[in-house]
């Protein structure tokens, strides 16, 4: 789903999200990033892992990948990802330089996955950067 410069997804393509916290998301009325989003503002944050009998670590997570979704070209593909490389927000991303982001994405990918086959181009975390900076300077306007 496209609202201008940001997308939602289903809340079920959010990676790392088992099927019980799916379903305790649901029954909040919590579908789309886009519901998280609204839902989980910072004030909001730990009242919903209350409510969900969670640690608050994992909604501020679930907060932070919905927020990178919403980057067309990261999208849930990326969001774990660029997350676990240290940036946790579409802010922080439009703000971090290119080759610095690449090189801990490299990085983060021999260390777990033992190869860099599988690492994002720096062409393509350039995109991502510079549809952070858009998004950002969109919502600001």
């Known amino acids: 789903m496209k609202n201008m410069m940001r997308y939602y997804w289903s809340i ?12 305790l998301l649901a029954s909040h009325k ?5 519901d998280l989003l609204a839902y989980a503002s910072t ?40 997350l676990h490389a240290g940036i946790a927000s579409v802010a922080q991303l439009a703000q971090t330089p290119v080759h610095r982001l690449h090189r801990q994405i490299l990085r983060l990918q021999v260390a777990t996955m033992q190869t860099k086959d599988l690492c994002p181009s720096v062409d393509e975390v350039q995109k991502w950067v510079e549809e952070a900076a858009r998004s950002r300077r969109e919502l600001l306007k």
Do not use: F
Request: proline share 2%; with cysteine; net charge negative.
């Open 43 to 82: 004030a909001q944050q730990q009242e919903l892992a209350a409510d969900l009998q969670i640690h608050g670590q994992y909604v501020k997570k679930w907060v932070a990948m919905a927020d990178l979704a919403s980057i067309s070209s990261v999208g849930c593909q990326y969001c774990g990802l660029i």
């Open 12 to 23: 079920e393509e959010l990676p790392g999200l088992s099927e019980k916290e799916r379903s």
């Open 30 to 34: 919590i579908n789309t990033t886009q």
